[in-house]
Protein backbone atom coordinates (compact mmCIF):
# COMPACT_ATOMS: atom_id res chain seq x y z
CA UNK A 1 0.00 0.00 0.00
CA UNK A 2 2.95 1.97 -0.16
CA UNK A 3 2.78 2.63 -3.54
CA UNK A 4 -0.74 4.06 -3.10
CA UNK A 5 0.19 6.48 -0.38
CA UNK A 6 2.99 8.36 -3.17
CA UNK A 7 0.06 8.52 -5.37
CA UNK A 8 -2.44 9.86 -2.88
CA UNK A 9 -0.29 12.51 -1.36
CA UNK A 10 -2.93 15.01 -0.39
CA UNK A 11 -4.73 12.37 1.56
CA UNK A 12 -3.88 11.17 4.84
CA UNK A 13 -5.15 8.02 6.87
CA UNK A 14 -5.42 8.97 10.12
CA UNK A 15 -5.29 6.82 13.56
CA UNK A 16 -7.57 6.94 16.48
CA UNK A 17 -9.22 8.40 17.96
CA UNK A 18 -11.12 9.98 14.44
CA UNK A 19 -12.84 13.14 16.23
CA UNK A 20 -16.60 11.67 14.70
CA UNK A 21 -19.64 10.10 16.02
CA UNK A 22 -19.17 6.64 14.72
CA UNK A 23 -16.94 5.13 17.32
CA UNK A 24 -20.16 5.35 19.29
CA UNK A 25 -21.49 2.66 17.09
CA UNK A 26 -18.60 0.02 17.10
CA UNK A 27 -19.29 -3.42 17.88
CA UNK A 28 -17.59 -6.74 18.27
CA UNK A 29 -15.98 -7.30 14.93
CA UNK A 30 -15.66 -4.33 12.88
CA UNK A 31 -13.23 -2.50 10.52
CA UNK A 32 -12.73 1.33 10.75
CA UNK A 33 -10.80 3.85 9.23
CA UNK A 34 -10.74 7.49 8.23
CA UNK A 35 -9.21 9.77 5.51
CA UNK A 36 -8.32 13.26 6.63
CA UNK A 37 -7.72 16.18 3.65
CA UNK A 38 -7.50 19.60 4.31
CA UNK A 39 -10.06 21.96 4.18
CA UNK A 40 -9.66 24.66 2.05
CA UNK A 41 -13.50 25.92 1.11
CA UNK A 42 -14.59 26.43 4.92
CA UNK A 43 -18.40 27.55 3.41
CA UNK A 44 -19.16 23.59 2.15
CA UNK A 45 -21.08 21.60 4.95
CA UNK A 46 -20.95 17.65 5.46
CA UNK A 47 -23.82 17.30 3.46
CA UNK A 48 -22.27 19.42 0.93
CA UNK A 49 -19.12 17.40 0.59
CA UNK A 50 -19.89 13.89 0.75
CA UNK A 51 -22.20 14.59 -2.46
CA UNK A 52 -19.62 16.45 -4.21
CA UNK A 53 -17.26 13.19 -2.78
CA UNK A 54 -19.23 10.31 -4.06
CA UNK A 55 -21.87 11.70 -6.54
CA UNK A 56 -19.18 11.34 -9.41
CA UNK A 57 -17.86 8.26 -9.06
CA UNK A 58 -15.32 7.00 -12.21
CA UNK A 59 -17.18 4.36 -14.26
CA UNK A 60 -14.69 1.80 -13.58
CA UNK A 61 -15.54 2.44 -9.96
CA UNK A 62 -19.80 1.99 -11.68
CA UNK A 63 -18.67 -1.48 -13.30
CA UNK A 64 -16.57 -2.93 -9.98
CA UNK A 65 -20.40 -2.14 -7.96
CA UNK A 66 -22.08 -4.45 -10.81
CA UNK A 67 -19.67 -7.11 -10.28
CA UNK A 68 -20.12 -7.06 -6.75
CA UNK A 69 -23.48 -6.44 -6.51
CA UNK A 70 -24.46 -9.77 -8.99
CA UNK A 71 -21.32 -11.90 -7.12
CA UNK A 72 -22.79 -10.87 -3.31
CA UNK A 73 -26.63 -11.46 -4.28
CA UNK A 74 -25.88 -15.22 -4.05
CA UNK A 75 -25.13 -14.65 -0.13
CA UNK A 76 -28.00 -12.44 1.34
CA UNK A 77 -26.25 -9.07 0.73
CA UNK A 78 -27.93 -5.65 -0.03
CA UNK A 79 -27.60 -4.99 -3.41
CA UNK A 80 -27.18 -1.19 -4.08
CA UNK A 81 -29.63 0.38 -6.81
CA UNK A 82 -28.18 1.69 -9.78
CA UNK A 83 -28.40 5.50 -10.45
CA UNK A 84 -29.81 7.06 -6.92
CA UNK A 85 -27.80 10.10 -6.68
CA UNK A 86 -29.51 12.69 -4.77
CA UNK A 87 -30.70 15.65 -6.45
CA UNK A 88 -29.35 18.30 -4.27
CA UNK A 89 -25.99 18.87 -2.37
CA UNK A 90 -27.42 19.68 0.74
CA UNK A 91 -29.14 16.15 2.20
CA UNK A 92 -31.60 15.56 4.81
CA UNK A 93 -32.55 12.49 6.87
CA UNK A 94 -33.85 9.72 4.99
CA UNK A 95 -32.61 10.84 1.64
CA UNK A 96 -30.68 8.27 -0.50
CA UNK A 97 -27.03 8.41 -1.44
CA UNK A 98 -26.14 5.45 -3.47
CA UNK A 99 -26.68 2.55 -1.03
CA UNK A 100 -26.77 4.36 1.84
CA UNK A 101 -29.59 6.58 4.05
CA UNK A 102 -28.42 9.74 5.65
CA UNK A 103 -29.55 8.80 9.92
CA UNK A 104 -27.81 11.64 11.69
CA UNK A 105 -26.78 15.30 10.25
CA UNK A 106 -25.08 18.28 12.34
CA UNK A 107 -23.45 21.25 11.46
CA UNK A 108 -19.83 19.59 11.68
CA UNK A 109 -20.93 15.79 10.45
CA UNK A 110 -22.90 13.88 8.25
CA UNK A 111 -23.80 9.80 8.94
CA UNK A 112 -24.97 7.34 5.90
CA UNK A 113 -25.98 3.86 6.94
CA UNK A 114 -26.80 0.92 5.45
CA UNK A 115 -27.55 -2.52 6.70
CA UNK A 116 -28.13 -6.11 5.57
CA UNK A 117 -27.82 -9.90 7.57
CA UNK A 118 -24.10 -9.71 7.25
CA UNK A 119 -22.94 -6.21 8.18
CA UNK A 120 -23.60 -2.29 9.04
CA UNK A 121 -21.61 0.33 6.89
CA UNK A 122 -21.56 3.44 8.48
CA UNK A 123 -20.14 6.68 6.27
CA UNK A 124 -19.53 9.87 8.04
CA UNK A 125 -18.36 13.08 6.31
CA UNK A 126 -16.95 15.60 9.56
CA UNK A 127 -15.21 18.64 9.43
CA UNK A 128 -12.63 20.58 11.92
CA UNK A 129 -11.44 23.66 12.12
CA UNK A 130 -8.72 22.61 8.98
CA UNK A 131 -9.53 19.10 7.98
CA UNK A 132 -12.30 16.67 6.48
CA UNK A 133 -12.75 13.88 7.50
CA UNK A 134 -13.93 10.68 5.63
CA UNK A 135 -14.49 7.80 8.09
CA UNK A 136 -16.18 4.16 7.57
CA UNK A 137 -16.86 1.86 9.87
CA UNK A 138 -18.41 -1.98 8.83
CA UNK A 139 -19.87 -4.17 11.62
CA UNK A 140 -19.41 -7.41 10.78
CA UNK A 141 -22.41 -9.44 12.18
CA UNK A 142 -21.69 -13.18 10.37
CA UNK A 143 -18.10 -15.07 8.94
CA UNK A 144 -19.36 -14.15 5.82
CA UNK A 145 -19.30 -10.34 6.54
CA UNK A 146 -15.82 -10.89 7.90
CA UNK A 147 -14.52 -12.44 4.80
CA UNK A 148 -16.02 -10.09 2.61
CA UNK A 149 -14.73 -7.01 4.50
CA UNK A 150 -11.29 -8.49 4.02
CA UNK A 151 -11.93 -9.27 0.61
CA UNK A 152 -13.10 -5.96 -0.54
CA UNK A 153 -10.25 -3.93 2.00
CA UNK A 154 -7.73 -3.48 -1.64
CA UNK A 155 -10.43 -2.09 -3.53
CA UNK A 156 -11.77 0.01 -0.46
CA UNK A 157 -8.65 1.29 0.20
CA UNK A 158 -8.01 2.52 -3.67
CA UNK A 159 -11.60 3.69 -4.40
CA UNK A 160 -12.05 5.66 -1.13
CA UNK A 161 -8.87 8.00 -2.14
CA UNK A 162 -9.46 7.63 -5.76
CA UNK A 163 -12.51 9.46 -5.42
CA UNK A 164 -11.68 12.18 -2.64
CA UNK A 165 -8.71 12.64 -4.54
CA UNK A 166 -10.80 13.44 -7.99
CA UNK A 167 -13.39 15.60 -5.75
CA UNK A 168 -10.02 18.15 -4.88
CA UNK A 169 -8.13 17.94 -8.31
CA UNK A 170 -12.06 18.98 -9.60
CA UNK A 171 -11.94 21.64 -7.31
CA UNK A 172 -15.45 20.44 -5.41
CA UNK A 173 -13.90 20.24 -1.97
Known amino acids: MEFFAN ?6 ALHKPFNDR ?6 NHHFRDALGVKRNNKALTPSQIQYRIFAYLPSWVNVLMRIR ?3 VAFFGFEVAQEG ?5 EELSIGDKAGFLTITEKYNDE ?4 AE ?3 MMFYLSVALNENDIIVSTLVNQK ?10 ILPFHYVIARTVISNAIKAGRI
Open 110 to 113: IISF
Open 69 to 71: NYL
Open 84 to 88: VNPKT
Open 142 to 151: TLIGRIYVNA
Open 7 to 12: IFTNIK
Open 22 to 27: LDQKVV
Open 116 to 118: DKH
